[in-house]
């Protein structure tokens, strides 16, 4: 098995000879993502579709949801998450003092 791997200036793909992976999940066809590009998500809301979200903010989403069968545009707020992120960089870097806690589920 050979893997190559592509570097476009909006992600980085890696391709097999039968799959391609791209933003978390493997697809049979590569593809190129622009500003208008309309990306249909078919899930439920969660982190893979934030990560789109953030990734490809210039392009619409659509979210499709197969229990409601309901198909709705996706208005996340990413300039709001962007700088609430900043702003919490902002603070930890200005902390004397960060703790960790790590505990287990067991």
């Not at 989403?61 to 998450?81: A, G, I, Q, S």
Request: with cysteine; charged share 15%; hydrophobic share 30%.
């Amino acid at each position: 098995t050979t893997t190559t791997t592509t570097t476009t200036t909006t992600t980085t793909a890696t391709t097999t000879p039968t799959n391609f992976y791209f933003c978390g999940r493997y697809l049979d066809t590569p593809f190129n993502v622009t500003p208008t590009t309309t990306i249909i998500y078919i899930g439920h809301e969660g982190g893979t579709l934030t990560n789109i979200h953030l990734t490809y903010n210039q392009s619409k989403v659509f979210l499709y949801n197969p229990d409601t069968k309901v198909l709705r545009e996706d208005n996340y707020p990413v300039n709001r998450v962007l700088q609430q992120r900043f702003f919490l960089i902002e603070k930890v870097k200005d902390a004397n003092i960060i703790g960790i806690l790590v505990g287990t589920l067991q």
